[in-house]
């Protein structure tokens, strides 16, 4: 049964401390994708990353950080410098352009809330 | 600077009736536009899309229609259900890249 799977569904933080967010996919797509959304707005892009060792900033990359090692996986990292953490993160993956179908596929999000 | 923008933040429909959602873009490159449906605390899940090759696509109850000399998509849902209450994106992928860019939303009531 293919899907995105993300971990944990809920992480609280203290403020200062770093905290990594799972996100796997078996779909065997090459593209992957975190997203941040607040209440009221849309999903703003952090990162993406079209291939294994390589990604790319999105709009609010400031304060995180992600990591591509294997095409499965891409774990994102909320470090100490983001100003203002909390929020609904999604993971998403994707065909590349050209595929037939190239719609994204989302994962069931994280609730980070910084105490 | 938004690139697809949802004006209308909600609509309320009676059951039965048609739902149009609509979104507007900015950014002629753009060449593929998506639809998705997000419960509360849940990602999105993917409804239908469009090539900018096409003006219309249909899958089921839902259709897209696309008007690309305005630069505008809309979502039709006919007849609207309870179990459609939920909220919609809009998104769109440039003919060159692997981003997509969403908007902020438009959250659908349909009443019983």
């Known amino acids: 049964d293919g899907g995105i799977t993300q971990s944990p569904k809920y992480l609280f933080r203290k403020e200062g401390q770093n905290v990594t967010l799972s996100c796997e996919q078996n779909?065997?797509?090459?593209?992957m994708y975190w997203y941040r959304q607040d209440p009221g707005q849309g999903l703003r892009l952090i990162y993406y990353?079209?291939?294994?060792?390589?990604?790319q900033k999105g709009d609010i990359a400031e304060g995180y950080s992600v990591s591509r090692e294997k095409k499965e996986s891409f774990p994102l990292t909320v470090t100490s410098a983001q100003k203002n953490p909390t929020a609904f993160y999604l993971c998403?993956?994707?065909?590349?352009?050209?595929?037939?179908?190239?719609?994204?596929?989302f994962g069931p999000g994280t609730r980070l809330t910084v105490l | 600077d938004q690139q697809v923008k949802q004006n209308s933040p909600s609509l309320s429909v009676q059951e039965g009736r048609i739902s149009i959602l609509n979104c507007d873009y900015t950014?002629?490159?753009?060449?593929?536009f998506l639809w998705y449906k997000k419960y509360p605390a849940e990602g999105p899940t993917f409804l239908i899309s469009?090539?900018?090759?096409?003006d219309k696509n249909e899958d089921g109850r839902f259709t897209v229609f696309l008007n690309k000399s305005a630069k505008h998509l809309s979502l039709h849902i006919v007849p609207s259900q309870p179990g459609d209450s939920a909220v919609y994106f809009c998104?769109?992928?440039?003919?060159?890249?692997?981003?997509?860019?969403f908007g902020t939303g438009t959250s659908l009531t349909v009443i019983p």
């Open positions: 998403a993956s994707s065909t590349l352009q050209g595929a037939i179908r190239n719609e994204q596929f």
């Open positions: 779909l065997n797509h090459d593209a």
């Open positions: 990353s079209q291939i294994v060792n390589d990604f």
């Open positions: 950014n002629s490159m753009f060449d593929y």
């Open positions: 469009i090539s900018s090759i096409k």
């Open positions: 998104a769109a992928r440039k003919n060159t890249g692997n981003q997509f860019y």
